[in-house]
């Protein structure tokens, strides 16, 4: 049985999809909520973006989507240059909005809002700060995007450059996964500028090729979540 559903894993048409964080932003590097704000890269960042890049040079890539928020965009377009690609950019892939905590650091967060900042670390799928949006929320206009793009370019390498928690909901979904309600039972890592692949067959089954691969970062450009 495994090896006939392999056989036909191989003959069926599939989308190679990339998912890529934006390289280190200054709201990174500050440890600040950086929701829907404009912080752009810091130096790092786009020394990660240059790597990665060349990591991506000669992966055949079709098509590159980003966020339009300025540190996912200029993040694509250092990697677009190298590749010649141009950069498509589009709001549904903007990182989870945190509505009041908006460039606002941990502790500020923590301590201008201790209710709402206790209600955030709980994680509840549905729940959503004042002013921002709900994981569910996040999700669905990511996931939304991300099935327009493989209806569009089947058959196709696919690179989307988007942010932390927007690509932690999208890579839950493809697993499989809801996010838990009660804090992460399941946290997959995805570092600035980490490469996440899977392949998507034709009959909606999805291959997971790589999680959060840093690789082509010396220890020089690896930074944390």
Known sequence: MRVAAATRLMIMSRTTVILCRHGESEGNREARFGGHSPTPLTDLGRGQARATARRLAHTGIDALFSSDLSRAQETAEIIGGVLGLPCSVTPSLRERSVGIFTGLSFDEARERYPDEYQALLRREPDSAP???????????????????????????????????????????????????ATGPKLYVRIDNCSLHRFEHYEDGVWQVLALNDVSHLEPPLLTGV
Do not use: M
């Not at 089947?154 to 697993?175: E, F």
């Open 130 to 180: 004042p002013e921002g949006e709900s994981y569910v929320q996040c999700r669905e206009r990511a996931k939304q995007f991300l099935n327009e793009v493989l209806a569009k370019h089947a058959g196709q390498r696919i690179l989307l450059v988007s942010h932390h928690l927007t690509l932690y909901q999208l890579v839950l979904d493809i697993l499989g996964l809801e996010t838990p």
